[in-house]
């Protein structure tokens, strides 16, 4: 596939067909508060830091978002386990203090539905870390979300996380292989990097699942089980992710 990738600060008018190209996310995963509170933003406060990715057709087909932030700021110098909510915290803080950016964290790489399987989330990671390296950082870190963790959700992270394959000795998990072989290694686990919580009610519209048993639920694309409650009326999914980091 032929493709042309630009930033949103270059292509500005391309703010809506980025926001609306089709996903695949969960609904269940885009609950997250502090997601919903910062993801938007992205594009509007950050959008040399989004890049978008245009087929023959000039249709979108694939974006990645990133954000600034200062690491090494007094108080932090570690990647947070809080992981993707916490970066994003971060990154919007460091921009309302004037605080000097120091390292760029990945937030997302999507890729339309009928564009997946074709090497598009790697030439965009590849895309993310040349434009991070043009702005002058020396490198990216990544809270990576195992795309297929979820098809063993009572595996610990830590187990799952540092499987290697036999042959090449790279990561099991198909989306931390790509990170690798595009050179990151692995930092640390996030154990709680993203949140969502609700009452059953909402569980039950997000997911089509009745949520009336007391304890784990397997929920179809969640990297682990849900907290159900059914006497307090809530569940709670705390995410895992891995982080990972690209020395550019």
Known sequence: ????????ADRPEMLGPVQDMPDTWPGFATQDPVGN?????IPVEFPEYVLFAQDE?????AHAYSVPFA??????????????????????????????PDTVSAISIVIAP??????????????????????????VVAPVRPNAKHLEPHTP??????????????????????????????????????????????????????FDTQGDIEVPGALVPVRCEPERDYAVYVEPNVWMRHRL
């Open 157 to 210: 992270i830590e187990e799952y996380a540092h499987r290697v394959r036999e042959e090449d000795g790279l990561p099991y998990d198909p989306w931390l292989r790509v990170h690798a072989r595009a050179g990151a290694s692995i930092e640390r686990v996030a154990p709680a990097s993203m949140t969502v919580a609700g009452s059953l009610a909402e569980w039950r519209r997000w997911t089509g699942l009745p």
């Open 71 to 100: 690491l090494h700021a007094d108080g932090r110098g570690g990647l947070p386990a809080r992981g993707w909510d916490q970066v994003l915290v971060w990154a919007f803080a460091d921009q309302r203090s004037g605080a000097r």
């Open 37 to 41: 509170a910062h993801y938007g933003r």
């Open 57 to 61: 057709r000039g249709q979108v087909v």
């Open 1 to 8: 596939m032929e493709l042309k990738v630009s930033s949103l």
């Open 114 to 139: 009928h564009a997946q399987g074709l090497g598009l989330s790697g030439r965009m990671l590849a895309a993310m870390r040349d434009s991070a390296r043009a702005k002058g950082f020396t490198e």
